[in-house]
Nanobody, 123 residues
């Protein structure tokens, strides 16, 4: 699976962004998908995940209620709608394809990674 993330940018506190991840490869519809983020000071951390059917989702506590992950298997797309953005959300965001169909919050269980898209939230 090859992944291409897009949609990052600069936004003010309280604003919204929608990240998209376009996938290629025949295994996309059988893989869970996730979003992670990383800052220069921190390790890559889990943000959100969705199962291969889209029926199950999981979120980091820091984004719960503000971010929504979704997928369209026919279009091979995974989206991350980010609302009520805060300066603490500033990071490089990565989409990733999981090793299994069920969701996981563990970085090491994701085998394929996109190149990252920068999100900057100004205060």
């Amino acid at each position: 699976v090859q992944l291409q993330a897009s949609g990052g940018g600069l936004v003010q506190t309280g604003g919204s962004l929608r990240l998209s991840c376009a996938a290629s490869g025949h295994t996309f519809s059988r893989s869970s998908m996730g979003w992670f983020r990383q800052t220069p000071r921190n390790e890559r951390e889990f943000v959100a995940a969705i199962s291969w059917t889209g029926d199950s989702t999981a979120y980091a506590d820091s984004v719960k209620g503000r971010f929504t992950i979704s997928r369209d298997n026919a279009k091979k797309l995974v989206n991350l709608q980010m609302d009520s953005l805060e300066p603490e959300d500033t990071a490089l965001y990565y989409c990733a394809a999981g090793r299994y169909r069920s969701i996981s919050t563990i970085r090491d269980l994701y085998d394929f990674w996109g190149q990252g898209t920068q999100v900057t939230v100004s205060s």
